[in-house]
């Protein structure tokens, strides 16, 4: 797994797609907080807080991970060379886990430049550091772990693929569902008393527990779960390609 790893990893690093990825979601995040008006605006807000950037965040995610996942299988069977990995002594769940993780580290190199925007907030505060950190660091970790449940699901997007455009265009659609679409299907709440399970489904509702500074227990769960669910469907549809 750890030999997976580092080869995705040098995939990419070694042909600049990673710092391309990096830089084009950190500019995005900078435009929309500090120099669009819109709604995430942080100076247009006047409040000393990041939870703009935590709405935000999610639907770049959305884009992004997928874009990053979308090679991890479809294109070694798209080159021939998931074959080459299938006579390799490496079991098909250390590739699974590899190329997750490899996906997932790049995902939360996504997130380190706004420790900038932390410090920027922090300093302009009214008082200086007139910031709920609580709120602040919840959100955090859940965008980590919604970065893991993304990458999973852009696996898995990626082993039911032929293609990457596929691939990328299918774990797009996924992610969006998961995170969005379900929570807005329980929102018109034409199930009755089945709209509150449905809701439960989502990502949503789970992550946004976690901007409020709620670390529950079930949301990790519900999130492992998920994430371990994505990984074993991908692990096989990945057997029968063999």
């Not at 039911?160 to 774990?171: R, V």
Request: glycine residues 8%; neutral net charge.
């Amino acid at each position: 797994m750890t030999a997976i790893f580092k080869k995705e990893l040098w995939s990419y690093f070694g042909n600049w797609s990673a710092w391309l990825i990096i830089a084009a979601f950190s500019l995005i995040g900078t435009l929309f907080l500090f120099f669009f008006e819109n709604d995430s605006n942080i100076f247009d807000i006047g409040t000393a807080s990041l939870q703009s950037y935590f709405v935000l965040v999610p639907w770049l995610l959305m884009f992004i991970i997928p874009a990053i996942s979308m090679k991890t299988i479809a294109e070694e069977q798209q080159s021939g060379t998931l074959n080459w990995l299938f006579s390799q002594p490496v079991k098909i769940s250390e590739i699974i886990l590899g190329k997750f993780f490899a996906v997932w580290f790049v995902g939360i190199l996504c997130l380190l430049p706004s420790v900038i925007y932390l410090y920027t907030v922090y300093v302009l505060g009214v008082p200086a550091g007139n910031i709920d950190l609580g709120a602040t660091f919840g959100s955090y970790f859940g965008l980590i772990i919604l970065t893991a449940a993304f990458s999973a699901v852009g696996i898995l997007a990626s082993s039911l693929s032929q293609n990457q455009i596929m691939a990328y265009l299918l774990g797009v659609f996924m992610c969006f569902i998961l995170y969005f679409g379900i929570e807005q299907l329980a929102s018109y709440k034409l199930l009755g008393g089945t709209d509150y399970i449905l809701s439960n489904l989502g990502f949503y509702k789970h992550f946004l527990a976690f901007t409020r500074g709620l670390i529950d227990t079930r949301d990790i769960f519900y999130f492992v779960f998920i994430i371990g669910i994505c990984l074993v469907l991908a692990k096989i549809f990945v057997e029968k390609k063999k």
